[in-house]
C-alpha cells in the first residue's frame, strides 16, 4: 500500500468457510450474492445489443441500482490521440459536460491505467492528492475503483466507480468489489472487441460495396462508350436524361451499334442501380419458354415445371428489365406484354394470382417497328407503349470520324485481355474509315481482335487490317473518298456468292448471307428477309457450322 493511501489491488482473500457463521461472513456472503445476481443482470445486458454506448450506460445504471457502485462511468481511448474520452456515465452527472473532459496518461487516477495496465483502489478518495476529481461529483469520504477494459492485450478503457459505502478500518470487503468490477470490465471489453468487429466488418462491407458500384458504373456506365460525333454526344445527352426517370425507353439501331451498351448505361446511371438489371433476348426463344421465362410459372404448369419459378418481371422487381430484339415477338405474345406495360401486373404461367412488379422496362430493336406496325407485324398500341423515349444509334459508317477514338478504345480492351500494349498506326485507322461496316460496332471489335491476333509486336499496321465482309472487294466506297486497294492484305472470306441464285440449295443460301454479313446473324436475317430466331434455327438444323471471329 502505497503511503497515500492508493494500492495496485491489495490480494488476500476472505477465507468464507473459515468465517462461516460470523456476521463478518454473513456481510460477505450478502455482497457476494448481490453481485452474482448483478452479474447475470450485466452479461445479459452486454450480449442484448450491439450499440455499445447505450450498453454502457446501461450496465452502468444496473451497477448503481444493483450492487451499490455509483457515480459509474466508462472512458475509452481515442485511437488518435491516445488520450482518454468519457463515453458512458450515469447517475446525477449525466448532465457534465463530458465532452470536454480528457485524461492524458499518466494524468489523474485513469490516466495512470493507461501508463501502465493495472486495477487502481483507494480506501478514500481524500487519501489521494493525485486524484482529480475533474467531474466533480466523488464523494471524498467513500472509496474508488477503476479497473482497464483491455481488448486482447491492450488497454482500451477504463471502468471506473465509487461503492457506495465508506470502507470500515476492520473487515473490509473492498477486494471482493474489486473482483466483482474487474469481472464486469473484463465482460464490457468482450462487448467492445465485439462491437468493434461488427463496425469494422460494415463498414469494410460498405466500402466494398461503394467500390464495387464504381467499378460497375465505369464499366457499364457513360463511360465506356465512345463517340465525339455529334449525333452520338445527342445521344449520350438524351440517354442521361432519360435514366433519371422511369421512362420506357425504346433503343434502335442496326446490329452492333451498342444497344445493349447503351441500355446497361442507363440502368447504371438510374436510381435504379442499386437493384437488378435483368436481361432477356425475346429473339432467343420459342415463344412457350419466352413466357414462362418473363412471366414465371407455378410448380405443375407444364411438364417438367417441378418448382415453381420467378419470372425476369419479378427478378426486375425494383429494377429495370432489358428486353432485346423485341421486334421478333408473336402477335399473341405482344397482347400478353402489352397488359404488363399497362398494368405493371401479371399472372404466373399455370397460377392464377396476380402479381404486382415495379419495373422500368427498356427496349431494343433494329427493326424498322413502323413499317412493322403499317404491315399489322406489331401492334400499334405496344408501339406506343414502348416508343416513349425513342434512342436512334446511327450506324458506325454514319459517324466515321468517331472510329479513331472507339478503335483505340476497343485495342485498349482487347490489350487488356491479351496482357501488352497496342497501338494502332495512323494508316491503320486510314483504312478503317474506308469500310462500310454492316456488323457495325461489334464487326470493327472482331476487325481489331483479329489485327491484333496477326500482330506480333503489338503494333496494328493497315496491312493487318482486313475486313469480313466481301464488300470492301466490290469496290465499296464513300463519296470522293475511294478506297485504297490493298494488295498485303489476303482475302479472309472466300469469293462471294449471291444467296439469291436460284441454284443454290437452302443451306448454301444461308451460308452465302452469313459470308456476306460477316457472320453476323442478325444482318444475314435481314438479307434473307427472315427474323434472327429463324436464321438461327436454320444453321442449326442446316448443320451449319458458325464462323467464330
Ligand atoms: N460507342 C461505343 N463505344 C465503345 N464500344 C462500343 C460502342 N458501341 C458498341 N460498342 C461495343 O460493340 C459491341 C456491340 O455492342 P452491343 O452489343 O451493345 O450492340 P447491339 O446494338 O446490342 O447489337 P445487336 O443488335 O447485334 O444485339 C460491344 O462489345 C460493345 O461494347
Ligand atoms: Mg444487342
Same mark, same amino acid.
Request: aromatic share 6%; charged share 25%.
Given at each position: ?13 476472505? =477465507? ?6 460470523? !456476521? ?28 455499445? $454506448? ?19 462511468? *466508462? ?13 458512458? %456515465? *450515469? ?10 473532459? $480528457? ?64 470502507? !470500515? ?14 469481472? *464486469? ?40 462508350? *465512345? ?110 406484354l402489352l397488359r404488363v406495360l399497362q398494368e405493371g401486373e401479371f399472372e404466373r404461367v399455370g397460377g392464377s394470382r396476380?402479381?404486382?412488379? =415495379? ?17 399489322? =407485324? ?6 406506343? $407503349?414502348?416508343?416513349?423515349? !425513342? ?50 460496332? $461489334? ?16 503494333? %496494328?499496321?493497315?496491312?493487318? %487490317? ?20 490493298? =494488295?498485303?492484305? !489476303? ?19 444461308? %451460308? ?7 457472320w453476323v446473324q442478325a444482318k444475314a436475317a435481314r438479307l434473307l428477309g427472315m427474323t434472327p430466331r429463324q436464321i ?14
Amino acid at each position: 500500500m502505497s503511503p497515500t493511501g492508493m494500492h495496485e489491488k491489495v490480494l488476500h482473500h476472505h =477465507d468464507h468457510h473459515s468465517a462461516g457463521g460470523t !456476521p463478518e461472513y454473513c456481510r460477505s456472503h450478502g455482497l457476494h450474492l448481490l453481485q452474482m445476481g448483478a452479474l447475470y443482470a450485466v452479461s445479459q445486458v452486454l450480449s442484448r445489443s450491439l450499440d455499445y $454506448r447505450e450498453t454502457m450506460r446501461e450496465v452502468l445504471r444496473l451497477l448503481a441500482e444493483e450492487a451499490g457502485l455509483l457515480h459509474g462511468m *466508462v472512458s475509452v481511448v481515442d485511437p488518435e490521440t491516445g488520450s482518454l474520452v468519457i463515453h458512458a %456515465i *450515469v447517475g446525477d452527472e449525466s448532465d457534465v459536460d463530458v465532452g470536454a473532459i $480528457r485524461y492524458q496518461p499518466g494524468e489523474g487516477m485513469l490516466g495512470l491505467i493507461l501508463e501502465k495496465p493495472r486495477t487502481i483502489v483507494l480506501k478514500r478518495v481524500s487519501d489521494e492528492p493525485r486524484f482529480l476529481n475533474r467531474l466533480g461529483i466523488y464523494q471524498a469520504e467513500l472509496p474508488f475503483i477503476a479497473v482497464p477494459i483491455r481488448v486482447g492485450n491492450a488497454v482500451r478503457g477504463v471502468l471506473s466507480v465509487q461503492p457506495e459505502e465508506p470502507e !470500515p478500518e476492520e473487515n473490509s470487503l473492498l477486494d471482493e468489489r474489486v473482483s466483482f468490477v474487474e469481472m *464486469v470490465g473484463n465482460l464490457m471489453g468482450q462487448s467492445v472487441r465485439l462491437s468493434q468487429q461488427v463496425e469494422q466488418e460494415k463498414s469494410s462491407l460498405l466500402e466494398e460495396r461503394d467500390l464495387l458500384r464504381r467499378t460497375v458504373r465505369h464499366q457499364f456506365g457513360f463511360d465506356s462508350m *465512345v463517340g465525339r460525333s455529334a449525333v452520338m454526344r445527342r445521344v449520350f445527352d438524351q440517354a442521361r436524361m432519360v435514366a433519371k426517370w422511369n421512362t420506357t425507353v425504346l433503343i434502335r439501331g442496326e446490329t452492333g451499334t451498342g444497344k445493349e451498351l447503351i441500355a446497361n448505361a442507363i440502368h447504371y446511371n438510374s436510381p435504379r442501380s442499386r437493384n437488378a438489371l435483368v436481361k432477356l433476348n425475346c429473339a432467343a426463344l420459342p415463344e412457350n419458354l419466352l413466357e414462362s421465362e418473363l412471366f414465371g410459372h407455378e410448380r405443375g404448369a407444364f411438364t417438367g415445371a417441378v418448382e415453381s419459378r420467378k419470372g425476369r418481371f419479378e427478378q426486375a422487381h425494383g429494377g429495370t428489365l432489358f428486353l432485346d430484339e423485341i421486334g421478333e415477338i408473336s402477335p399473341s405474345f405482344q397482347a400478353k406484354l402489352l397488359r404488363v406495360l399497362q398494368e405493371g401486373e401479371f399472372e404466373r404461367v399455370g397460377g392464377s394470382r396476380t402479381v404486382k412488379v =415495379d419495373v422500368r422496362i427498356i427496349a431494343a430493336t433494329h427493326r424498322d417497328l413502323e413499317t412493322a406496325v403499317d404491315m399489322g =407485324d406489331f401492334r400499334e398500341d405496344l408501339f406506343y $407503349r414502348l416508343n416513349v423515349m !425513342p434512342l436512334f444509334l446511327p450506324p458506325l459508317r454514319e459517324r466515321i470520324e468517331d472510329i479513331p477514338d472507339i478503335g483505340k478504345h476497343l485495342l485498349n480492351k482487347i490489350g487488356q485481355s491479351q496482357e501488352r500494349k497496342l497501338v494502332i498506326t495512323e494508316g491503320a485507322l486510314r483504312r478503317l474509315a474506308q469500310y462500310d461496316w454492316p456488323g457495325n460496332v $461489334r464487326e470493327l471489335e472482331n476487325c481489331l481482335e483479329r489485327a491484333a491476333v496477326l500482330s506480333e509486336a503489338g503494333q %496494328i499496321d493497315a496491312d493487318l %487490317i482486313r475486313f469480313s465482309s466481301p464488300r470492301d472487294r466490290q469496290g465499296f466506297n464513300r463519296g470522293s473518298n475511294p478506297a485504297p486497294k490493298v =494488295d498485303a492484305a !489476303p482475302p479472309v472470306a472466300s469469293p462471294p456468292m449471291d444467296f439469291n441464285d436460284p441454284n443454290l440449295s437452302e443451306k448454301e443460301r444461308v %451460308i452465302a448471307a452469313l459470308e456476306q454479313a460477316g457472320w453476323v446473324q442478325a444482318k444475314a436475317a435481314r438479307l434473307l428477309g427472315m427474323t434472327p430466331r429463324q436464321i438461327a434455327y436454320r444453321i442449326q438444323t442446316l448443320g451449319i457450322e458458325v464462323k467464330q471471329f
